[in-house]
């Protein structure tokens, strides 16, 4: 039957023809026919355009939301149960006490279900106590391991939801909205580092709560002041490419890069007490004092953090200006710093930044997100995409085997009811 639903899914028109496969699917996977109709909800995945592995060392991000998300179908129950499956896969329903799930310290994720009970979990440590269980339905058509935020737009949705739909929380609490959303976003983000064991940055999961169509999202980490910064490219596009590589151990790679980061901002301590990110220095205090950094290892990854936020100051300014081709060049020098210094690119991503380069519509590229694998982001003037499209699945299949997946993509919306 999922294989059923996923055939609709994938030839629903338009989000209205979805939100009603996904109520049908719902009645008919929970059995919940009495019930009146779940509502539907979506909360978006993020591409990040400059500004990687800056949000743990207080620095700026510049990542925009995406049209491609997470779904879910719900219906409140009237036990403590909370109940969930995917159509993205054939597990099933998992069933879980909430009460069960707010006291259990070893599910660490386990499975894609783990990012929910987190979620319930992180609600509970922030005081927000669920009145009853739910039955819940997901749908993603982000795709698997793009590293595209797939996760924090998954917490962000349950978090979105559950307090809509079980607490009324948009009318109900005293707070805005934009503090309704930087809470779920921080909720989303205690959940994946404490429940998940992925010490993350919050870009990821602010992204997905702040999205804004045609727009991106300049955001300092440090204070959460953010700004939107129109994005509409004219007679150029976003073109995302992913490896399609299958990695595995991320975490723990990305776990090293961050503890790395605390090693060098403990050493600069030492001499400037008041430091407290390594972003709040400029590259020219940083080269004055990086000698104070006595792991190399650390000190290279320092560079890459101080010298890439700078870097995104400097091309948000470049965009704002109207300045696309140097806006490319950074995204090509990002890439550089995260490829040589920072190390957490792999011949896959390196592949098609070198193929992008020698594509003369091409304005920049780069990795985006945690690395290993995943993504690239492109500026690209309109009338060279497919160019770019054959050169980059001709070479990179000749060398790996496999072929690449483009996906051209514009600025969307963060969370809502559909
Ligand atoms: C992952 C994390 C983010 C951020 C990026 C790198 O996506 O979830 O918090 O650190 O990597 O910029």
Redesign the pocket.
Known sequence: MIAFYQDKIKKAPDRVSLKAILIQAHKHFFNDYDASSPQVYFAPGRV?LIG?????NGGHVFPCALPIGTYAAISLRDDDKLSVMSLNNDEGITSRSMTDIIEDKTERASNWASYVHGLVWALSQHGIDLKSGADILIYGDIPAGSGL?SSASLEVLIAYSLLDLELDYFNSSKKSREEILTMIAQISQYSENKYNGMN?????QFASAFGSENQAIYLDTNSLAYSYVPFDLGDYALLVTNTNKKHKLIGSA?NDRRASCEEALKDLTSIKPELDALCSLTSKDFEEISSYIKNPEARIRAKHAVYENERTKQAVSLLKAGNLPEFGRLMYESHESLSHDYEVSCDELDAIVNIARTIPGVLGCRMT??GFGGCTVAIIANDSIEEYKSAVEQAYTDKFGYAPSFYILKAGRGPYRL
Do not use: A, F, K
């Open positions: 990040n990687e592995h800056t949000d743990y935020s993350c940055g919050i870009m990821d990305y997100g945690g």
